[in-house]
Nanobody, 125 residues
Framework: QVQLVESGGGLVQAGGSLRLSCAAS????????MGWFRQAPGKEREFVAG????????ILADSVKGRFTISRDNSKSTVYLQMNSQKPEDTAVYYC??????????????????WGQGTQVTVSS
């Protein structure tokens, strides 16, 4: 069982930055591919970013490329999402998730077995 706790959400003006953190309880954190998803009001949850166990391979959704970066610190069992140049359309609840696949970075929810409770990000125009 893996417990995930997100933090770092809040209110930011358009063009601003936030960094989300997700702390994992798993002793074998480095065994998991980690991902970030988001869900805006009235919309389905969507993939934002994913990172391999080593941190070498990363995938970003087209909507956030060039603005968001994902990273991880296995010594701290934590994954991060740095969000720059934020837009009002980035407003959503952001979730981190863990996949038992060590290599494949999935973009579908079903590929992730463990989820955090979510953290709200609101970008004002």
């Amino acid at each position: 069982q893996v417990q995930l706790v997100e933090s770092g959400g809040g209110l930011v003006q358009a063009g601003g930055s936030l960094r989300l953190s997700c702390a994992a309880s798993a002793r074998t954190f480095s065994s998991y591919v980690m991902g970030w998803f988001r869900q805006a009001p009235g919309k389905e949850r969507e993939f934002v970013a994913g990172i391999s166990w080593s941190g070498v391979t990363k995938i970003l959704a087209d909507s956030v490329k060039g603005r968001f970066t994902i990273s991880r610190d296995n010594s701290k069992s934590t994954v991060y999402l740095q969000m720059n140049s934020q837009k009002p359309e980035d407003t959503a609840v952001y979730y981190c998730a863990a996949s038992p696949s060590r290599i494949r970075i999935g973009i579908a929810e079903r590929e992730y077995a463990y989820w955090g409770q979510g953290t709200q990000v609101t970008v004002s125009s």
